[in-house]
């Protein structure tokens, strides 16, 4: 069973930056990982994925070039370091898991298998 807990969300001001951090436990080492947010009534959407070995990594164009996902696979951890935060950025940060072998980069969050609990970051301006 693979579970996902993610740390670093706090309160920070516009133009800083913030380290998320996902700590998998489990089989995790062939499955693609990513992060997705979620803002008080707006819908769940994609951040950042990084495939299996790490050598892939897409974003969303409202994070790109702000943010960098990046996994650690000794500590089995993968991190979302976010810079030039600004008050939209502000959401419930989820990490997700999609299962496999030896997967890419996944933007669909309906293809990943395990979520963690979520961190809030607030952005004020």
């Known amino acids: 069973q693979v579970q996902l807990v993610e740390s670093g969300g706090v309160l920070v001001q516009a133009g800083g930056s913030l380290r998320l951090s996902c700590a998998a436990s489990?089989?995790?080492?062939?499955?693609?990982m990513g992060w997705f947010r979620q803002a008080p009534g707006m819908e769940r959407e994609f951040v950042a994925t990084?495939?299996?070995?790490?050598?892939?990594?897409d974003y969303a164009d409202s994070v790109k070039g702000r943010f960098t996902i990046s996994k650690d696979k000794a500590k089995n951890t993968v991190y979302l370091q976010m810079n030039s935060l600004k008050p939209e950025d502000t959401a419930v940060y989820y990490c997700?898991?999609?299962?496999?072998?030896?997967?890419?980069?996944?933007?669909?969050?309906?293809?990943?298998?395990?979520w963690g609990q979520g961190t809030q970051v607030t952005v004020s301006s």
């Open positions: 489990g089989r995790t080492f062939s499955y693609s």
């Open positions: 990084i495939s299996w070995n790490g050598g892939s990594t």
């Open positions: 997700a898991a999609a299962a496999g072998i030896f997967r890419g980069t996944i933007i669909d969050g309906h293809e990943y298998d395990y």
